[in-house]
């Protein structure tokens, strides 16, 4: 038996790299031989969990090919106890966050997208060995979520025990502080780069700023990259206008491959529209109809998609025909209505509410952090929202001087770029204001 052994090493020597070799093949041995098992002596549970669902079939396929019978492999722990918490980490992560709809089938491809989407496909078909990392950028709405969740959902059915983990960099953001408060940063380390084998990490740019963070994520990237599992990050914008995410993680950003996610041209609007139509809601919408809406509606996906449920509910009332002339009528109001003039006091009122302050708290000198936050956030939508000026702006905020209305909305810009929460909430209040 002993020679059949060297002669499955050999064999597998082959068909792995060098590094996986003398990791994961060079340090077991089998311990007993019994009818079609073999029973081979691993040195922890981590390390059983790992080689079986990476070369545990390799491994039986050798040994199959050599005893020609069939041969299941079968292991025995130098260090049991460790088997428990190790256990713990991969239940955690055998959750893969995967949202199983979002598909290349499903991923319209056009002019602008298209190479993010041929770079996807390469990596799913071979993940850490085509471009390691995958980068991909591009502006709100434009389906960088919906890119990554394709990738992990095709390398999961072309690979069956690839261990696939998509995150938000928030995600590990909060689980790094949760690591760090209740002392389990191995779980933590053990999480990231022991039990994934490809990370999908969406919306990069919130790393920004979190220096401890940047060096923790910088040490996880190279650990995995070491070992030849992919990453693929998402970002909102070009790794060179990361400014405040450090050189040397930035660097590393570029090793494999950017492609970025642009605006889609006309002509994909209307197809992204007449495919949601027909699989969202098996609604056949004619290319003139199409061809409107997506003219309305230029840089947002999602907006695409809150038109499209516009229609089908129009669509259940007695009157509405789907012709150009019917969903004209019906969206020219709609159109306008959300491009309505908003006020400033409509701003106010809405981001006092918001933040649970009044408003003449929102014009009162006070600079009280509690106050002058939501202050300067309404001066930022006062701004954007409606066609006032900035020294009317300031006059309407209990006769503030125009350049600290210009200093705020600067301020309340920089910051949405690395502040999520600060993001999220102004989005949220400017929808809402439109509304
Ligand atoms: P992002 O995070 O980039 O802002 P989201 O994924 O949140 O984008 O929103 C975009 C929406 O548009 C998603 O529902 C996504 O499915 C859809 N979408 C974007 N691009 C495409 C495309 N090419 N084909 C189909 N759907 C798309
Ligand atoms: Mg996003």
């Known amino acids: 038996m002993e020679q059949v052994w060297r002669q499955a090493q050999e064999e597998m020597r082959k068909r792995v790299s060098g590094i996986e070799y003398r ?51 079968e292991y025995k722990l130098k260090n049991p106890e460790l088997f428990e918490s190790k256990d713990l980490v991969r239940k955690e992560v055998s959750e893969s966050n995967l949202v199983p709809h979002y598909t290349f089938e499903n991923f319209v491809v056009g002019p602008s997208n298209h190479m993010a989407r041929a770079a996807g496909v390469a990596v799913a078909n071979s993940p850490g060995r085509s471009y390691n990392p995958l980068f991909v950028y591009g502006g709100t709405g434009l389906g960088k979520p919906h890119l990554l969740h394709a990738i992990g959902n095709q390398a999961a059915r072309n690979h069956p025990r690839l261990r696939v983990l998509y995150i938000t960099s928030e995600t590990y953001v909060n689980d790094l502080m949760s690591g760090i408060r209740q002392n389990r940063m191995d779980h933590f380390r053990s999480k990231y780069r022991d039990f994934c084998d490809l990370l999908l990490v969406d919306d990069i740019q919130f790393l920004a700023n979190k220096e401890r963070t940047q060096l923790e994520f910088f040490h996880t990237f190279n650990a995995l990259h070491a070992a030849g599992k992919q990453v693929v990050f998402t970002s909102d914008r070009d790794p060179h206008e990361l400014s405040d995410i450090e050189d040397r993680l930035k660097s590393r950003f570029e090793w494999g491959l950017i492609a970025d ?26 290319n003139d109809v199409a061809m409107y809406l997506a003219e309305k509606i230029k840089d947002n996906i999602r907006e695409l998609e809150s038109c499209l449920n516009r229609l089908h509910l129009e669509l259940q009332g007695p009157h509405f025909e789907m012709t150009l002339e019917g969903v004209t009528e019906s969206f020219d109001s709609y159109f306008k209505r959300q491009t309505r003039r908003v006020t400033v006091e409509q701003v106010q009122k809405s981001v006092a509410h918001r933040f649970s302050v009044t ?64 993001h999220q909430a102004v989005t949220e209040l400017q929808q809402r204001i439109k509304r």
Request: glycine share 4%; net charge positive.
């Open 23 to 73: 990791k994961w093949v060079a340090p077991i041995s089998p311990i007993e031989w019994h009818n079609g098992t073999v029973r081979i002596l691993v040195q922890d549970g981590e390390f059983q969990s790992w080689f079986a669902q990476k070369y545990e079939e390799l491994l039986e396929q050798v040994l199959e090919s050599i005893l020609e019978k069939p041969i299941s492999v």
């Open 261 to 286: 996610i642009k605006q889609p041209e006309l002509e994909t609007r209307v197809a992204i529209l007449r495919h949601k139509a027909e699989s969202r809601y098996g609604m056949e919408v004619p």
């Open 359 to 422: 408003v003449p708290e929102l014009l009162s000198p006070s600079r009280k952090k509690n106050i002058a936050l939501p202050r300067h956030i309404a001066m930022y939508l006062a701004r954007k929202l409606t066609l006032v000026s900035f020294p009317e702006i300031g006059e309407r905020f209990g006769g503030r001087d125009h350049s600290s209305v210009m200093a705020a909305c600067k301020k309340i810009e920089k910051n949405m770029k690395v502040d999520h929460k600060l």
